[in-house]
């Protein structure tokens, strides 16, 4: 596939079928991300790549925990967010609210669906030593853009899943990945349900001239 066609092409998916990765196309995927540039070649990532029972597993603690604390998934901004930002996330519930499953919400689609990887048969727990500044995350965010480029690539579908860090600790110890490390977003990796209704919303990008300044 061509690289242009490849990035104006990808979006998130949030419905996969069960049939499970193969090891090898798991390994090429983790190849080609791990392929993305870092500041002074830190690499500061760390991934752990969950399937099958263990990833089962996963997913019903997760969704259990966000049940007990009342967790929902939201922007993570310190304030409220200006209306053109508002905006932007008023234009996708309206793209994806007329494909959710029957008698399902939004928040309740997107909170569980979160926590369950969207029913994916792979997770990919991406973490890095807290000895690290959050100037690292940047690092973690050019790494996630390969891994999810790369997965399309390969014919997965995939999905950045941020409302897992709220559960930092309980994934920490039920993958034994050590206390010294931050969770710092997952990704939900498999093959795309192309009959879900949910998997054809296409959110829009906004146009250059609202995100770009030029100076000459």
């Not at 603690?61 to 998934?73: A, F, G, T």
């Not at 897992?164 to 034994?176: G, H, M, P, V, Y």
Request: hydrophobic fraction near 40%.
């Amino acid at each position: 596939m061509d690289f242009m066609e490849l990035i104006r092409e990808r979006r998130s998916t949030r419905a996969f079928l069960e049939k499970p990765v193969a090891q090898e196309v798991l390994e090429s995927l983790l190849h080609l991300a791990t392929e993305a540039p870092s500041a002074i070649n830190l690499q500061p990532w760390e991934l752990t790549v969950v399937s099958g029972e263990e990833k089962k597993r996963l997913s019903r603690l997760l969704v259990k925990r966000m049940k007990e604390r009342n967790i929902s998934c939201g922007p993570g901004a310190k304030k409220r967010l200006p209306e053109v930002f508002l905006e932007r996330q008023r234009e996708l519930l309206k793209t994806i609210e007329p494909r959710l499953p029957e008698h399902g919400t939004f928040q309740d689609f997107i909170n569980e669906g979160s926590c369950n990887f969207y029913g994916a048969p792979t997770a990919i727990i991406i973490s890095m030593d807290q000895a690290f500044s959050s100037a690292r995350l940047t690092d973690i965010g050019v790494l996630v853009g390969y891994l999810v480029l790369a997965a399309h690539g390969l014919g997965l579908g995939s999905c950045p899943i941020g409302l897992i860090t709220a559960f930092d600790t309980d994934i920490k110890e039920e993958l034994s990945i050590p206390a010294d490390k931050q969770v710092v977003i997952g990704v939900a990796v498999g093959y795309g349900d192309t009959a879900a209704p949910i998997n054809g919303a296409r959110s829009e990008r906004a146009s250059l001239q609202n995100v770009v300044k030029w100076r000459h």
